[in-house]
T-cell receptor, first 108, second 114 residues
Framework: GIQVEQSPPDLILQEGANSTLRCNFS?????LQWFHQNPWGQLINLFY???GTKQNGRLSATTVATERYSLLYISSSQTTDSGVYFC??????????FGTGTRLQVTL | DTGVSQDPRHKITKRGQNVTFRCDPI?????LYWYRQTLGQGPEFLTY????????KSRLLSDRFSAERPKGSFSTLEIQRTEQGDSAMYLC????????????FGPGTRLTVT
């Protein structure tokens, strides 16, 4: 099956800093989603981005499908950005395969 | 729209007991998915339905697990003869298959088997 790798596994930032999270995948995809999992376990949709670039406030994402990677940019980080960020891909028009996540901690 | 809901949110059971979880998808979403997440890992796919048809099951879904979506709306996931290794967060998601199959997740049911 498709493999998904995320980096870095852990990231500690001071409030106000910027960061880039990376997702590499091993095969062509129909679907790529970025999620933020909050401390209560809820997965919050950030982007549906099988290709191209999207922006939503302080967050933006870019997927280069031909090179099989996606990037999530977080600018001016806030403590509420803390949590785990997951990239998930779908190559079969059905199930999502998740990476192992990037654990982000934003400190004051 | 209130989003995907799951019930119960937490379940503690003794090994060997049966448990059943419920998922209500976003209305008019024709696809419904079940995933399992253990500590420190990303969610893993278990099974999915398109309307009432169960179209795919993971190898993770042993014969002790069964899922149904009888009228193409809510779904149930039953685990029989629970084992300690079944302790996990069980997540439900739903989507519309077209034009974009973006999945939306519920809050999950956290199962603890003692």
């Amino acid at each position: 099956g498709i493999q998904v790798e995320q980096s870095p596994p852990d990231l500690i930032l001071q409030e106000g800093a910027n960061s880039t999270l990376r997702c590499n995948f091993s095969d062509s995809v129909n679907n790529l989603q970025w999620f933020h999992q909050n401390p209560w376990g809820q997965l919050i949709n950030l982007f549906y981005i099988p290709s191209g670039t999207k922006q939503n406030g302080r967050l933006s994402a870019t997927t280069v499908a031909t090179e099989r990677y996606s990037l999530l940019y977080i600018s001016s980080s806030q403590t509420t950005d803390s949590g785990v960020y997951f990239c998930a891909v779908d190559s079969t028009a059905s199930k999502l395969t998740f990476g192992t996540g990037t654990r982000l901690q934003v400190t004051l | 729209d209130t989003g995907v809901s799951q019930d119960p949110r937490h379940k503690i059971t003794k090994r060997g007991q049966n448990v059943t979880f419920r998922c209500d998808p976003i209305s008019e979403h024709n696809r419904l998915y079940w995933y399992r997440q253990t500590l420190g890992q990303g969610p893993e796919f278990l099974t999915y339905f398109q309307n009432e048809a169960q179209l795919e099951k993971s190898r993770l879904l042993s014969d002790r697990f069964s899922a149904e979506r009888p009228k193409g709306s809510f779904s149930t996931l039953e685990i029989q003869r629970t084992e300690q290794g079944d302790s996990a967060m069980y997540l439900c998601a739903s989507s519309v298959s077209t034009p974009a199959d973006e999945q939306y997740f519920g809050p999950g049911t956290r199962l603890t088997v003692t």
